[in-house]
C-alpha cells in the first residue's frame, strides 16, 4: 500500500495570509490526524478526525481548522498567518482504535516558512 | 492528568546499548508507542506494548509495565544511525495518543 502523502512538501507564505494543507491517508485508514512541530519540540495535536468527524481537538487557536472528505482525505487550513506558525506540519493516519492494529503512520510533512 | 515523561538528551557510544526510559500518567491507559524521528523527518513506529513484559524487535527492544506506568526503549549495538530523536506516547481511555517532548539521543565514534 501506498503511504500517507502530503502536499505540498514546502511553503513559503507571509504574515496574514492564508494556508490550506492536504493528507491523503493509508488506503482503508478512516482517521487522519495533524501535528504541529517546531525545531526542538515535540509533537502539538491539532485535530483527529474519523469519518469525516471531528473527534478530538488539541489547545490551538480558532485560525486553526481542519476537515475530512467521505474518500478520508484532509486538509487543514490556516488563517490570518503568524510568524509562530512556521512549523512543520505533519499528517498521520491509522485504521482504527482499541485493536493490536492501532497505530499511527505519519506522512513525510509539510514545512511552513511564515515571513 | 495527563503526562509523559522522558529524558531531554542522552549519550551514547558507536557499539554499545542505551536504554532510553519514558513514565507517563494518563486518565486510562491503553498502550504506549515509540517512534524513531531522524531530523527534519516525519516520525517512523518502531514498537506498541498493551501488556507487560518485553517485546524484541531485532537490536530494538520495548518493555513496558502498567503498573508503574513505566516503559523504556533499549536499543543494542548501536550506530551512527540510531542517532534521531525518540518519541514515546501512550494511548489514553479516548484512544488518543499523548506524546513526550522526545528524547535526543546522541551516538559517538
Known amino acids: 500500500k501506498a503511504g500517507v502523502t502530503q502536499t505540498p512538501r514546502y511553503l513559503i507564505k507571509t504574515r496574514g495570509q492564508q494556508v490550506t494543507l492536504s493528507c491523503s491517508p493509508i488506503?482503508?485508514?478512516?482517521?487522519v490526524s495533524w501535528y504541529q512541530q517546531t525545531p526542538g519540540q515535540g509533537l502539538q495535536f491539532l485535530f483527529e478526525?474519523?469519518?469525516?468527524?471531528?473527534?478530538n481537538k488539541g489547545n490551538f487557536p480558532g485560525r486553526f481548522s481542519g476537515r475530512q472528505f467521505s474518500n478520508s482525505r484532509s486538509e487543514m487550513n490556516v488563517s490570518t498567518l503568524e510568524l509562530g506558525d512556521s512549523a512543520l506540519y505533519l499528517c498521520?493516519?491509522?485504521?482504527?482504535?482499541?485493536?493490536?492494529?492501532?497505530?499511527?503512520?505519519f506522512g513525510p510533512g509539510t514545512r511552513l516558512t511564515v515571513l | 492528568g495527563q503526562n509523559i515523561d522522558q529524558p531531554t538528551e542522552m549519550t551514547a557510544t558507536e557499539g554499545a546499548i542505551v536504554q532510553i526510559n519514558c513514565t507517563y500518567q494518563?486518565?486510562?491507559?491503553?498502550?504506549l508507542f515509540w517512534y524513531q524521528q531522524h531530523a527534519g523527518e516525519a516520525p517512523t513506529f518502531l514498537s506498541y506494548?498493551?501488556l507487560d513484559g518485553l517485546e524484541e524487535k531485532g537490536r530494538f527492544s520495548s518493555f513496558l509495565s502498567r503498573s508503574k506506568g513505566y516503559s523504556y526503549l533499549l536499543l543494542k549495538e548501536l550506530q551512527m544511525k540510531d542517532s534521531a530523536s525518540y518519541l514515546c506516547a501512550g494511548l489514553d481511555s479516548n484512544y488518543q495518543l499523548i506524546w513526550g517532548a522526545g528524547t535526543k539521543l546522541i551516538i559517538k565514534p
Open positions: 498521520a493516519s491509522r485504521e482504527s482504535f482499541g485493536t493490536s492494529t492501532d497505530t499511527q503512520y
Open positions: 494518563t486518565s486510562g491507559f491503553n498502550g
Open positions: 478526525y474519523f469519518s469525516e468527524t471531528q473527534r
Open positions: 488506503s482503508g485508514h478512516r482517521s
Open positions: 506494548n498493551v
